[in-house]
């Protein structure tokens, strides 16, 4: 399966992230799932990169082309199978839509934000049928979970939102749960 993982592209972050996310993708590599990805060679990206490229897995990067001219996103990951280049990062946000068959969110900052909350509204909005998994290392989604739970008490939030998404806080239940979907 084609697993698209957002996440981090900061190198400011504590090294456990890394490290545990270097470990996903070389399960996932070594399950025989392929990465799609935003073609980052630092942070949470690179370190998805890196673990499916030691797992010996296929990695296709998306990235806008202004990227290669800015390094705004830090320097891209040289040893992409393929890469993809874009417009803008609208397109690369849909170009890895179409191309995952699940989604796999990582602690991240804006960038993993917006890509995530677009993912989740297309599927409330029935116009995305894909498993969202969160991996919630170290806890760091849990702030995040528990506003969304004030904006559902508040009545900004419509949906049992949590329908939406299923959340792991250790690698073996987030690969278990993978590896089932595959066989489906």
């Known amino acids: 399966m084609n697993i698209c993982i957002f996440g981090s592209a900061s190198n400011r972050i ?18 025989g799932h392929a990465l799609i990805y935003g073609a980052g060679s630092g942070g949470l990206m690179g370190a998805s ?7 010996k897995g296929k990695i296709t990067g998306i990235a806008p082309e202004f990227f290669t001219e800015t390094k705004v ?7 992409c199978d393929e890469m993809i280049y874009t417009d803008t990062m609208r397109i690369r946000k849909q170009k890895m839509e179409h191309a995952a068959d699940i989604f796999v969110v990582v602690p991240g900052g804006l960038g993993t934000f917006d890509e995530v909350f677009e993912i989740l509204t297309l599927r409330q909005l ?8 969160f991996y919630n ?5 849990d ?4 506003f969304l739970e004030t904006s559902k008490a508040k009545g900004f939030i419509s949906q049992n939102f949590e329908d939406l998404f299923t959340v792991f806080n250790d690698e073996k239940s987030l690969l278990d749960a993978i ?4 066989k489906a």
Do not use: C, H, T, W
Request: zero cysteines; aromatic letters at 16%.
């Open 14 to 31: 504590d090294p456990s992230y890394i490290e545990a996310v270097e470990s996903l993708g070389e399960k996932l590599a070594k399950q």
């Open 49 to 55: 990169a890196r673990g499916f490229y030691r797992g």
């Open 73 to 79: 996103d830090g320097e891209l990951f040289e040893q």
């Open 126 to 133: 029935r116009q995305l049928n894909k498993e969202i998994y």
């Open 137 to 141: 290392i170290n806890g760091y989604y």
């Open 143 to 146: 702030e995040m979970f528990a």
């Open 179 to 182: 590896s089932s979907k595959n």
